[in-house]
């Protein structure tokens, strides 16, 4: 299981464009190289630039094209209509509108809203997510195919599931565990004492 | 019965998951009593079972089973204390608080010395020669600098540059995170997020 | 402690000796001989026996008979421990008897409605206890082996509901909260249901405020500072 936190900084390692209000050579970095940076000319840089040159006033943060009210409400829609999960605009789309929104909320015209439409999907989803795995545990499935999950979903039902799991499948299998107390025999066991005290007398 | 006062220690480790009670010396000196009784008996009545009476073999095999059960009670009570003792290091870090360190045993607290001591060698040789201190950052880090309002009467701290901050109660400060997170750790200071 | 553990039994787990500690009545097959200080300790121990079996009142020996032995026929409730030492394939010294809330009676009961069953009183190691006894080559060993599958198959659905909801509280043995429906949970739920709340609890406060959150005090430092002013205000 991760921490949350975990997952968010797995999701700051996202792309998104900013446009900057300095001039920068190429940085390279572990990651990859990036910029070089104009002042004015939009250049795609990880969350985590972005957030930490808009807190020092250095950039203005391009907000990802589906973070917008109406193609949420689009979303929505296929998510309640269909009978699988759909498949989300980015494999971290609650993490990254979350560090976006809070690192610059107030340049996003209907901003609230936005949060309110991803808030309704997440919950949609989450809803799905629990009857999915209450029927694959009332049926006893050993195997789920489940695509266009998100990372933070998924990471939702750890450490639960696979716990529950591993449970069920002691459970089912019990006679063959580990008994620390189980004697294969106990004529052999009673030779194994007599040995041991005579080895002691 | 046999096996009850092994059984009763256990049971003191169950009944108080998030504290350590105190080392139950008058216990296990109990139980390994009754395992020397269980022991001596069992010899006795072997001996017998060897010279041809079969009728004692019952008894040898409950006794011994029961000197097995003491024998996983006791050891279980040992490992699982000490399980404890070794997250301590990581939570409290190298110095216990005196209420704590009273509920130990001499051994004990001679392995807790050592292996905070192993636990410090290591950190010291990881990290390119710099060290690492791996109870360090135990979420991402968000900034190299946070806000601290301090709980309790501290003293001085001194920083890695050679300043030196007096930690009053209730006095806040901006510090780097490396150096105060042990501290925000052992509830001496408190993180503050706007 | 790593808590997040899954958890499996082992030889040093605290867990699985308690749940072998659980008695069940057996009867013995021959005579054992030479054991007075069993036979003179029973009757304490009857007196304090805790556990949710009840005690048959022929199990009791005479504690002022000076018989150092059990006699054939004497029927006694004796832990899972010494009960499976001495009843196997080979050589019965005892023979058990399963206890009654894994009869048919309560299987029924369990079968039909799971989810309002509160296991916790029935036994505190209902699933492991219940493992264990489906090992002894009973005629209703596969029966309860299946009826415990079934029981945690029907009760998930809850557990995970109660994880993610969190109101109530489990932090408490569960005994006397009577209000709380989580205290109906066996040991191995409520082991469940506080690793998912945890998880769950954290993901919340990540929803409401993001990955920002504050460094907390070590859980073992605020355990001891509570313990601390307990302490403080009693004295």
């Not at chain 1, 189980?182 to 007599?194: A, G, K, L, Q």
């Amino acid at each position: 299981m991760m921490d949350p936190a975990e997952v968010e900084f797995i999701a700051e390692k996202q792309m998104v464009e900013i446009v900057p209000n300095f001039n920068f050579d190429r940085v390279y970095l572990i990651s990859g190289e990036i910029g070089p940076f104009r002042a004015g000319l939009p250049v795609k840089v990880p969350i985590w630039m972005a957030i930490n040159l808009r807190q020092r006033q250095k950039c203005r943060i391009l907000v990802p094209d589906w973070m917008d009210v109406e193609k949420l409400e689009q979303a929505k829609e296929d998510e309640s209509a269909s009978r699988y999960f759909t498949k989300m605009p980015s494999e971290h789309y609650m993490a990254e509108a979350q560090l976006i929104l809070s690192a610059c909320g107030e340049d996003v015209p209907r901003a609230d809203e936005i949060r309110t439409a991803l808030k309704d999907l997440w919950d949609m989803r989450m809803s799905k997510l629990r009857s999915s795995v209450d029927t694959f545990i009332k049926t006893g499935g050993t195997h789920a195919r489940l695509d266009h999950l998100t990372l933070m979903e998924m990471n939702s039902v750890r450490p639960l599931l696979p716990h529950a799991l591993d449970q069920l499948h002691r459970l089912s299998t019990v006679r063959f565990v580990f008994s620390p107390l189980v004697n294969s025999s106990s004529c052999f066991d009673m030779h194994i004492s007599i040995l041991y005290y005579c080895f002691w007398c | 019965m046999f096996g009850d006062k092994a059984f009763e220690l256990i049971k003191e480790l169950e009944r108080c998951p998030d504290s350590l009670p105190a080392f139950n010396d008058e216990g296990v000196r109990q139980v390994l009593e009754e395992m020397r009784v269980l022991f001596e008996q069992n010899q006795k009545d072997v001996n017998v079972s060897v010279s041809g009476d079969a009728n004692y073999f019952a008894g040898v095999q409950l006794r011994h089973t029961s000197l097995e059960r003491n024998k996983r009670c006791l050891l279980a009570y040992l490992y699982n204390r000490l399980q404890y003792i070794r997250q301590m290091r990581w939570e409290f870090g190298s110095i216990l608080p005196p209420e704590i360190k009273f509920n130990l045993c001499e051994p004990e607290v001679k392995w807790f010395g050592n292996y905070s001591k192993y636990l410090a060698n290591y950190m010291k040789t990881i990290g390119d020669g710099y060290g690492l201190d791996l109870t360090q950052d135990t979420k991402p880090p968000k900034s190299l600098y946070i806000e601290v309002r301090c709980l309790v009467d501290y003293g001085k701290l001194e920083l890695e540059d050679g300043e030196i901050v007096l930690l009053k109660k209730n006095s806040q400060h901006l510090l780097p995170r490396s150096e105060c997170e042990p501290l925000i750790r052992q509830g001496i200071l408190q993180h503050i997020v706007h | 402690m790593p808590l997040l553990r899954s958890y499996t039994p082992h030889y040093f787990s605290i867990d699985d000796i308690m749940a072998t500690q659980e008695r069940l009545p057996c009867k013995f097959e021959v005579d054992v001989l030479r054991l007075g200080e069993y036979c003179r300790n029973q009757a304490k121990i009857i007196m304090s026996n805790t556990t949710a079996l009840k005690v048959a009142k022929k199990s009791f020996l005479d504690p002022s008979s000076d018989d150092e032995d059990i006699k054939t026929g004497t029927t006694l409730e004796l832990p899972y421990w010494l009960a499976r030492a001495l009843c196997n394939r080979n050589r019965s010294i005892v023979s058990v008897n399963i206890p009654r809330i894994y009869k048919e009676a309560y299987r029924e009961i369990l079968k039909a409605e799971a989810s309002v069953v509160d296991l916790h009183r029935l036994c505190v190691y209902f699933y492991e206890f219940g493992s264990y006894l489906s090992g002894f080559n009973h005629r209703d060993s596969t029966e309860i082996g299946n009826l415990l599958v079934q029981c945690f198959k029907d009760r998930f659905r809850l557990i995970m509901d109660w994880a993610q909801n969190s109101s109530g509280d489990t932090s408490g043995s569960g005994r006397g909260a009577g209000s709380d429906p989580t205290a109906r949970l066996d040991n191995l739920e409520r082991g469940l249901l506080i690793t998912g709340r945890s998880s769950w609890e954290a993901l919340e406060a990540w929803l409401s405020q993001g990955g920002g959150r504050p460094i907390g005090p070590a859980n073992m430092v605020v355990n001891h500072q509570k313990r601390q002013l307990a302490n403080a205000s009693v004295s």
